[in-house]
């Protein structure tokens, strides 16, 4: 026998062409439609923010491993650039730049760096940088800007409210959501391409569901954490809605508004703090939806999925443990 044809090597033994650089930068190639349209509609502002948190994210990163950390430096992966994107695309386009700068250092430091990098993490990094700003500075991070298309005058735009926070507020004062949403300045359509006011990167749905569509393609995701998520709030809406249409939004303006497209799409997929199986993905999906669903329906807030997101993170293990594939020649039970 050919001694060559017999190979020792240690685990994994699946081998294939994808490296952890080349999927950050697919996933930020995804990103780049809801980037264009937040910059189409909130101009300079979005443009701005968006730089801002990806320099001092790579910056950040940077010096903690440089002086700190004193590791192998790996800012050229991709992770931290996602990582500021995505704080970039949670806040309002007006926040003061040294807020974005906080929320940077928040989840480089302590999202991430503070676990010992990529792949150790167990929440997602950029969802603790926006939670932290969220906490420590809620007016500015519920300031929302009026849409102005290509506005690069950058001079300070006037603020609105967002849809969420418009029927929220409504419902609460006893209205009901016929009432609110005949009323309401913007359509579903609006909703859908993203002529609302919301945090840059969350506005537009078609925008994002065409970087879910690519990052699909290119085999970065798999479908079940984002339609498990997206399918649980529009179940558990619907239910509402039936019940009572006057005193709950219906499923499609719980689907466009907020952040549900966005967090299923970008931060729920996250493949460090998500589940390793299928079961556990659904699971995972499922659970961020029920939570976001009753955040937004029973809490004081008229957004959730931020918090949900980061409570079903800290589920992941137990879910990786729940449904763990056998081992190989292992005998089912």
């Known amino acids: 026998m050919d001694k ?7 685990s994994p033994h699946i081998t294939g ?9 697919g996933v930020i190639l995804a990103m780049l439609p809801a980037f264009a349209v937040s910059v189409y509609f909130f101009g300079f502002g979005a443009l701005k923010i968006t730089l801002v948190a990806i320099i001092s994210a790579v910056l950040f990163e940077w010096l903690i ?78 300031t929302w800007p009026k849409v102005s298309v290509m506005d690069f005058s950058m001079v300070d735009a006037h603020t609105g409210a967002t849809p969420l926070s418009i029927v929220k507020e409504g419902l609460n004062n006893g209205e009901g959501f016929t009432d609110i949403i005949n009323q309401m300045p913007v359509s ?20 994002l569901l065409a970087g879910f569509l690519y990052m699909l393609v290119r085999k970065i995701v798999t479908w ?26 219906d499923p499609l303006f719980h689907l466009l ?3 549900a497209m966005l967090g299923a799409v970008f931060m729920a997929t996250d493949m460090v703090t998500s589940p390793m199986t299928k079961k556990g993905m659904l699971i995972f999906g499922a659970g ?46």
Not at 17 to 25: A, G, H, L, T, W
Not at 188 to 207: K, R
Not at 229 to 246: D, K, R, V
């Open 65 to 142: 491993q440089k002086y700190i950390l004193k590791g192998a430096i790996t800012i050229l992966d991709g992770s931290a650039v996602i990582t500021g994107m995505l704080l970039a695309f949670n806040v309002p386009s007006n926040l003061p730049l040294w807020m974005i700068i906080i929320g940077s250092l928040v989840a480089i430091g302590i999202g991430k760096m503070s676990f010992g990098g990529l792949g150790n993490n167990p929440f997602n990094p950029a969802l603790v940088g926006r939670v932290f700003l969220h906490i420590s500075f809620p007016v500015d991070m519920i």
């Open 257 to 259: 508004t907020g952040g």
């Open 288 to 333: 961020i939806g029920i939570i976001t669903v009753f955040i937004r329906t029973f809490g004081a807030y008229p957004e959730g999925v931020s918090f949900a997101i980061l409570v079903m993170n800290a589920f992941v293990p137990l879910l990786n443990r729940a449904f763990k594939p056998k081992r190989f020649g292992e005998k089912r039970s």
């Open 224 to 249: 079940h954490i984002p339609v498990s998520m997206l399918g649980s709030i529009a179940i558990f809406t619907g239910i509402l809605f039936l019940a009572n249409p006057e005193k709950y939004a």
């Open 17 to 25: 062409d994808d490296s952890v650089r080349k999927i950050m930068y």
């Open 4 to 10: 060559n044809l017999l190979r020792v090597s240690f």
């Open 188 to 207: 579903y359509m609006d909703m859908f391409i993203g002529n609302i006011g919301g945090s840059l990167g969350e506005v537009s749905a078609i925008a």
